[in-house]
């Protein structure tokens, strides 16, 4: 049996999207090929490297603490810490090396490792660095440009989305690249698919996910402050937390609650009292598209989106659904009166939609597909 080393930044214990693609691509993988899951730990903690089934072997750089808020900072640590995960991967020997962002150093630093090699990009970060001084846009050109040069190096490109494929086609020339699409598990699909929901009272926006710069919630405390009489609960914990909670009391609001991070089990009852669900992305972000999402269409519930981009596009194919701006109260409060007039309908046609086109397991057959290609041609 073959050897995979897979290098990554997300992994076990660490709940998060992309621990749940990863855990979905290896557990496929495990059934042809023996993995070491090379990874690094959350800020802070030092998990021990353990066993997590017989064909996979866990091993992890541990990672101090520091302040991920600022750009450069967060960045010289990425660097460092992506530059430790490579050295590492060294120690275990294997026929096929693949790799994951969105850390974006992970591409550089392993891209001239030895053998055969995948490169998995799950967001193109680079591209986020505002260019509004003449310093930072020389510093976005500078890492554009050593993302070009060494996403070259590897034998095949995975991407989630359209505009990272768009992306990858128009600036690697003949790369092999295949997208793996970001999605829910069939077990979390099934178990949201059959949750009997009715309407609940009072009216209930439901937030569930991360709380930080890229998500910019601020705007649910300000529709909470303009229609008092729905409930709002956000569900989720991230570098803004605290400071939404902030803002929520300096202005006096009272019909809206921060629960922080929660079990799944909890997660399923926030799903049962909802009456529309709502994610939002700054439009900064247009190429990303949140996972959480897909959970959302696989429940039927009402959505509102706030944001542009490849996120945009995927609510649109969605019925029950709006897409406003992020940060538009005004807009966010004429979808919340839209669904408060009508009586609470549940999609079975975006349940189906996730079902035939996001179900990670099926996705990650395709990984399998292209290291068993690589591996036959060594």
């Given at each position: 049996?073959?050897?995979?080393?897979?290098?990554?930044?997300?992994?076990?214990?660490?709940?998060?999207?992309?621990?749940?693609?990863?855990?979905?691509?290896?557990?496929?993988?495990?059934?042809?090929?023996?993995?070491?899951?090379?990874?690094?730990?959350?800020?802070?903690?030092?998990?021990?490297?353990?066993?997590?089934?017989?064909?996979?072997?866990?091993?992890?750089?541990?990672?101090?603490?520091?302040?991920?808020?600022?750009?450069?900072?967060?960045?010289?640590?990425?660097?460092?810490?992506?530059?430790?995960?490579?050295?590492?991967?060294?120690?275990?020997?294997?026929?096929?090396?693949?790799?994951?962002?969105?850390?974006?150093?992970?591409?550089?630093?392993?891209?001239?490792?030895?053998?055969?090699?995948?490169?998995?990009?799950?967001?193109?970060?680079?591209?986020?660095?505002?260019?509004?001084?003449?310093?930072?846009?020389?510093?976005?050109?500078?890492?554009?440009?050593?993302?070009?040069?060494?996403?070259?190096?590897?034998?095949?490109?995975?991407?989630?989305?359209?505009?990272?494929?768009?992306?990858?086609?128009?600036?690697?020339?003949?790369?092999?690249?295949?997208?793996?699409?970001?999605?829910?598990?069939?077990?979390?699909?099934?178990?949201?698919?059959?949750?009997?929901?009715?309407?609940?009272?009072?009216?209930?926006?439901?937030?569930?996910?991360?709380?930080?710069?890229?998500?910019?919630?601020?705007?649910?405390?300000?529709?909470?402050?303009?229609?008092?009489?729905?409930?709002?609960?956000?569900?989720?914990?991230?570098s803004k937390y605290h400071e939404l909670k902030r803002y929520?009391?300096?202005?006096?609001?009272?019909?809206?609650?921060?629960?922080?991070?929660?079990?799944?089990?909890?997660?399923?009852?926030?799903?049962?009292?909802?009456?529309?669900?709502?994610?939002?992305?700054?439009?900064?972000?247009?190429?990303?598209?949140?996972?959480?999402?897909?959970?959302?269409?696989?429940?039927?519930?009402?959505?509102?989106?706030?944001?542009?981009?490849?996120?945009?596009?995927?609510?649109?194919?969605?019925?029950?659904?709006?897409?406003?701006?992020?940060?538009?109260?005004?807009?966010?409060?004429?979808?919340?009166?839209?669904?408060?007039?009508?009586p609470l309908k549940i999609s079975q046609k975006n349940k189906?939609?996730?079902?035939?086109?996001?179900?990670?397991?099926k996705q990650s057959k395709k990984m399998v597909d292209i290291?068993?290609?690589?591996?036959?041609?060594?």
């Open positions: 049996m073959k050897t995979i080393n897979f290098l990554t930044g997300n992994f076990l214990p660490e709940n998060c999207a992309g621990t749940n693609r990863i855990l979905a691509l290896v557990k496929e993988l495990e059934k042809k090929y023996k993995i070491n899951v090379i990874c690094i730990s959350e800020k802070g903690k030092k998990p021990d490297d353990f066993q997590f089934s017989e064909n996979i072997k866990v091993y992890y750089v541990h990672q101090k603490m520091y302040d991920g808020e600022k750009f450069f900072t967060r960045a010289i640590n990425e660097l460092m810490y992506a530059i430790k995960l490579a050295a590492k991967s060294t120690n275990f020997q294997s026929d096929i090396i693949i790799a994951t962002s969105p850390q974006m150093f992970i591409i550089p630093t392993v891209a001239f490792l030895p053998g055969k090699k995948v490169i998995d990009i799950r967001d193109l970060v680079w591209e986020y660095i505002d260019p509004r001084s003449l310093y930072t846009k020389l510093v976005k050109w500078t890492i554009t440009q050593l993302m070009k040069k060494t996403i070259k190096q590897y034998d095949y490109v995975t991407v989630t989305n359209n505009h990272e494929y768009e992306w990858v086609t128009d600036n690697i020339k003949n790369a092999d690249i295949e997208k793996i699409t970001n999605g829910i598990e069939i077990k979390n699909f099934k178990e949201l698919n059959q949750l009997d929901l009715k309407e609940v009272k009072p009216f209930t926006l439901t937030y569930i996910g991360n709380v930080g710069i890229a998500q910019n919630i601020n705007v649910l405390v300000d529709l909470a402050k303009r229609v008092p009489d729905i409930q709002i609960n956000i569900i989720g914990e991230g929520a009391h300096k202005n006096n609001i009272n019909n809206i609650t921060f629960f922080g991070k929660v079990k799944r089990e909890r997660i399923i009852d926030f799903y049962k009292k909802t009456s529309v669900l709502f994610a939002q992305l700054d439009e900064k972000f247009q190429a990303a598209m949140p996972s959480k999402l897909y959970e959302y269409a696989s429940t039927g519930l009402p959505i509102i989106y706030a944001g542009l981009g490849e996120a945009r596009n995927f609510v649109k194919q969605l019925e029950n659904c709006t897409t406003i701006n992020p940060g538009d109260v005004k807009a966010l409060e004429v979808a919340v009166k839209k669904y408060r007039e009508e189906q939609f996730v079902y035939e086109n996001f179900i990670r397991e290291v068993d290609k690589l591996t036959q041609e060594s």
